[in-house]
């Protein structure tokens, strides 16, 4: 597998694919429509990706970036295969993966200078991104956007959009190199496969899913597929738990809304964490939620 997130025209995302499936998105590309391809790798490293653009009949525009606007290049490429083999280097970032192409800058303008952000409102911002990337969860650019919008007051935002994003990618470099040193498979990585075979099973599975319990349970249904059983997800505030060393609450159920199908998800729910190594409290009871206390939440950024 390839850890690169890809994103192409047509809005489908594509995470972690092995080369053949990456190799036939490349070939797909070139109808209207459907012409590009965007490659980040995972975790995300703000300001480095590569990327194709594609016309039916036409030649391949592959440019890529590690950093500033100076370090913007383009190359055309004839074939697809050699797209593909290039593209494929550059994720497993092999040495010299940009040899034998004819790489040219594009001569980008290098952003305006970013102001330093008030050193009160700056401690209150980096406070919460700090709390935000704990967790986990989203982008780069969606974190930049909440930072921006944390401490708005009478509809006045005491920073811009360009301050946070500058706050949020120094900040998320950090955290990168934090995970770098964390064990192969962290509690966030078991939870997230046992959501998988959950899912797989007919059980709808959702991480940080909506902001509370209510909003969660009225909205699952539409998340699963026609055939699903039951569901379980966590929200926001419980990720926000987790991440603050307060352990984790799943809310779970049967679609039929009966006693007897909430209890049987749940014991299979339980039953599927407990393989995954995770430690569950639960008594049981369909009434009862279920419990992960001791989770040592080490949430890998992915962006």
């Not at 401490?151 to 955290?175: I, N, S, Y």
């Not at 599927?272 to 279920?290: N, R, Y």
Request: glycine letters at 10%.
């Amino acid at each position: 597998m390839l850890d690169i997130k890809i994103v192409t025209e047509n809005q489908q995302t594509h995470t972690r694919v092995p080369d053949q499936e990456f190799g036939d998105l490349v070939h797909r590309i070139g109808t209207t429509g459907d012409r590009f391809l965007v490659v980040q790798r995972i975790p995300d490293i703000p300001g480095t990706f590569i990327q194709v653009w594609h016309e039916a009949g036409g030649a391949y525009d592959v440019e890529h970036r590690v950093g500033g606007a100076a370090t913007h290049v383009r190359a055309v490429v004839e074939a697809p295969e050699q797209v593909a083999a290039l593209m494929v280097r550059w994720a497993r970032q092999e040495s010299g993966w940009d040899a034998g192409i004819s790489w040219e800058g594009l001569g980008l303008p290098e952003p305006e200078p970013v102001p330093e952000i008030a050193a009160d409102i700056h401690e209150q911002l980096e406070a919460r991104v700090r709390e935000l990337l704990r967790g986990g969860y989203g982008s780069v650019e969606e974190l930049a956007e909440s930072a921006e919008d944390y401490l708005v007051k009478d509809g006045v935002h005491p920073v811009t959009l360009a301050q946070a994003r500058q706050l949020v990618e120094r900040l998320w470099l950090e955290r990168v190199e934090e995970q770098r040193l964390w064990s192969d498979v962290t509690d966030p990585d078991r939870l997230e496969r046992a959501f998988a075979v959950l899912d797989g099973r007919g059980i709808t599975a959702r991480e940080h899913f909506t902001c509370c319990r209510s909003c969660g349970v009225g909205e699952i249904h539409a998340e699963g597929r026609d055939d699903a059983r039951g569901f379980v997800f966590f929200h926001l505030q419980g990720t926000e738990s987790a991440a603050a060393g307060h352990g984790l609450t799943l809310y779970y159920g049967g679609f039929d809304e009966s006693a007897e199908t909430t209890a049987a998800v749940g014991r299979e729910v339980v039953a599927v964490l407990a393989e995954a190594g995770l430690t569950v409290e639960w008594d049981g009871s369909p009434d009862q939620a279920i419990g992960l206390p001791a989770l040592d939440w080490r949430k890998r950024l992915v962006g």
